[in-house]
């Protein structure tokens, strides 16, 4: 009699649905970023800070897949090594991504479809909440219920500028902040779902990263409109091409005129 043959599953059954959900989220960045590229509007010839800014982020990309994919195969050793390679990474991105927000509004290119102080405040946000869920992930690295499902809401909350670059601007165009929040609070309500039909309840690392993205929206569309903003704004791009670019004013959208 030939012996029978078991295949052994590449991700163990619980943790499936994190290593999935991870692989449609890197594949989400990839795309967008590569459409963008073939569409000639990104480009190999953007300035030295662009191109930091493109490999820490799509860096992150790769480690998030390598680090969701280890967890989910059961190889935990490697998965924590790299661990404290990803808070040091998370550290580096917020500071990058913050100066590039910076540095986009002093250049006048502020994508139409966001109030120019909105932008200014709503990306160093996401990005702080990103290393702040991160971090909550490293501190209940031991807790593989809480763990994985902060690591999904903290990937969700630095979502909005692949989303912004898939979602249809000329169609929705100054609803693009909702539509691109949507986007990003379907990953924890898929979670909420897969919980609710597999286990009976919803975790609360769910309900802990859905309000902390609820919260960011309400930010953005409250004090990101505001004369606070403003004010920043005006600080952030003084002498500065973006200077010239009212901060609480949507910009024109750059679409052909007809004649």
Not at 62 to 68: A, N
Not at 162 to 189: E, H, K, N
Request: glycine share 8%.
């Amino acid at each position: 009699m030939a012996p029978m043959i078991t295949h052994r599953p590449v991700f163990a059954p619980d943790a499936r649905f994190f290593a999935i959900t991870g692989i449609v989220m890197a594949l989400i960045n990839v795309g967008a970023f590569s459409f963008f590229a073939a569409m000639g509007i990104s480009s190999f010839r953007a300035t030295i800070a662009v191109h930091v800014h493109a490999i820490l982020f799509m860096g992150w990309v790769l480690l998030f897949v390598c680090q969701v994919s280890l967890g989910a195969a059961g190889s935990l050793a490697l998965h924590r090594k790299l661990g404290w390679l990803a808070v040091g990474w998370a550290l580096a991105m917020v500071i990058v991504g913050t100066l590039s927000t910076i540095w986009s509004a002093q250049k006048a290119s502020v994508p139409f479809f966001f109030l120019p102080a909105q932008f200014v405040l709503m990306n160093p946000l996401s990005v702080v909440l990103f290393a702040a869920l991160l971090s909550g992930a490293v501190a209940k690295r031991r807790d593989r219920a809480w763990h994985p499902r902060l690591i999904i809401c903290g990937m969700a909350a630095i979502m909005g500028p692949s989303l912004g670059r898939l979602l249809p601007a000329p169609l929705l165009m100054y609803s693009m902040l909702t539509a691109v929040f949507i986007g990003m609070v379907a990953f924890p309500i898929a979670g909420m779902i897969r919980d609710k039909l597999r286990y009976g309840h919803v975790h609360p690392a769910w309900w802990l990263g859905l309000v902390s993205l609820l919260l960011l929206q309400l930010a953005t569309e409250t004090l990101g409109r505001s004369a606070v903003a403003g004010a920043i704004y005006s600080s952030v791009v003084a002498g500065t091409p973006g200077e010239r670019v009212p901060g609480l004013i949507y910009q024109p959208p750059p679409f052909p005129k007809a004649s």
